[in-house]
């Protein structure tokens, strides 16, 4: 960015009421955090979303950012010889004691033993930065590459593990009523699921006073998508072990199932042997959907699968098979169509099951089936693993609170001893869980 310009921009905000708010929205909007009035920007479930942006974190400098922003002293401040720097730390404590959790108070408030200007710009500063961090976590946090968000929905709670209830189906209760007879009754008996507890994961980052003295800009930038990516990378495992069948098993009404059952131990078989070869692949598959039961009343469920989820390499062959523009059928009546004289060919322009499912895959898929501590499978069977299933309705992600960055000081001593600038926090908290197994069929190779 222009020091400059940034610099004039920055004066003008100054002169005016709540400037440095005003400035520091107008940063955090260019780079997409917020919207025009400082409000995060967020989709439907609550999490943070980066949303057109205008700068981006790579345009900037940490030094070029002091410069415009703290002055022509800004060397002072921060470097790593200069003790100046401590009398901010204590003033920044005192004012984030008696305004905690303010990002605004920063900003607004003068400081205490310190020159109220100087105390507002660094501020400021640590405060775009904070910005910057931000946007290259949620980055990497949001990588269009990890599938968690597609295979669970998040579901909000406030609860750590719990019990959801539910309603049972009726039954096959409605029937023929003779003239004066009374209305059968629709009665409606207890059914529940249990989630496991929740768990919360965080890092955080170390702004120092050389990483601005010397400029540490890609350092810093590098360290805060790394962070992003660690945690995504995490709670990616945690929802892939979970569709696997790995961890948290299928906890109905007190009882614990395993998530895919190869007999009706609960009036659903969600898991065959059916190895991905053809669209006959396909119709097995859908056939158990056809035949789920509901546990309660033994009703047929009315269930449209549209994912299917399948390890890297076959992934090819899902695409070619869901893909096709044709399709033939090919019979042999009375011999095998090696020996066979003739054969019966039956072909078809389009597909039956063409827009209907959606591909997913990822190389996490194949590290956790073959893992000691995940499935445990060999090469071939892990190949061979697919599953297909309604996607939101067999697992949730049980969300405590989602991907938040926020930037806090250290106790004083810490900050005085290494000479820490700022700290950003990144946390997030939630869980996977199964919901209805009876959504997901399980296709083994063997």
């Known amino acids: 960015m222009n020091t400059i310009k940034l610099r004039s921009l920055y004066e003008s905000r100054t002169k005016e009421t709540n400037g440095r708010w005003r400035f520091l929205t107008e940063m955090r909007q260019g780079l997409g955090l917020c919207d025009k009035d400082g409000n995060d920007n967020r989709d439907f479930a609550g999490n943070r979303i980066l949303k057109d942006r205008s700068v981006r974190p790579e345009q900037f400098s940490l030094q070029e950012l002091a410069e415009s922003i703290v002055g022509p002293s800004w060397r002072n401040v921060f470097n790593p010889e200069s003790g100046s720097l401590n009398q901010y730390t204590i003033a920044r404590s005192l004012v984030e004691g008696g305004f905690p959790n303010e990002q605004r108070a920063l900003v607004e408030a003068t400081g205490f033993g310190l020159d109220p200007s100087a105390f507002l710009n660094i501020n400021t500063f640590t405060a775009i930065v904070g910005g910057l961090v931000e946007v290259k976590i949620l980055e990497a946090f949001q990588n269009p590459a990890l599938i968690a968000d597609k295979l669970m929905p998040v579901e909000a709670t406030k609860l750590n593990g719990q019990k959801v209830i539910g309603l049972q189906n009726i039954g096959d209760r409605g ?130 699968p549209n994912t299917v989820l399948v390890n890297p390499a076959r992934l090819a062959t899902a695409q070619l098979i869901l893909g096709a523009s044709g399709t033939e059928l090919r019979t042999a009546p009375g011999a095998t169509q090696s020996s066979a004289v003739s054969l019966n060919v039956a072909s078809s322009t389009g597909n039956p099951y063409s827009g209907q499912f959606t591909i997913l895959s990822s190389p996490l898929i194949e590290q956790r089936c073959l893992a000691s501590d995940g499935l445990n499978l060999n090469q071939a069977n892990t190949d061979g693993l697919w599953f297909m299933m309604e996607a939101g309705k067999s697992f949730k992600y049980m969300q405590n609170f989602p991907l938040t960055v926020t930037q806090a000081a250290p106790n004083q001593y810490e900050m005085l001893d290494r000479g820490i600038v700022a700290t950003y926090f990144a946390n997030e908290r939630g869980i996977p869980s199964v919901w209805s197994p009876w959504h997901t069929v399980k296709n083994n190779n063997a």
């Open 175 to 304: 029937r023929k009523r003779a003239p004066g007879e009374t209305h059968p009754r629709a009665q409606f008996g207890e059914r529940w699921i249990e989630t496991p507890e929740t768990r919360e994961n965080a890092l955080a980052i170390d702004v120092l006073k050389e990483t601005v003295f010397f400029d540490l800009t890609g350092q810093v930038l590098q360290m805060a998508s790394s962070v992003g990516e660690e945690l995504a990378y995490r709670k990616e495992l945690e929802v892939i072990d979970a569709v696997l069948g790995v961890t948290n098993p299928f906890i109905y009404n007190g009882t614990g199932y395993n998530t895919y059952q190869t007999s009706r131990t609960l009036g659903y078989l969600n898991a065959h042997t059916n190895q991905l070869v053809d669209w006959t692949s396909i119709q097995s598959a859908s056939l158990l959907f056809s035949r789920m039961e509901d546990p309660h009343t033994g009703k047929r469920l009315l269930i449209t």
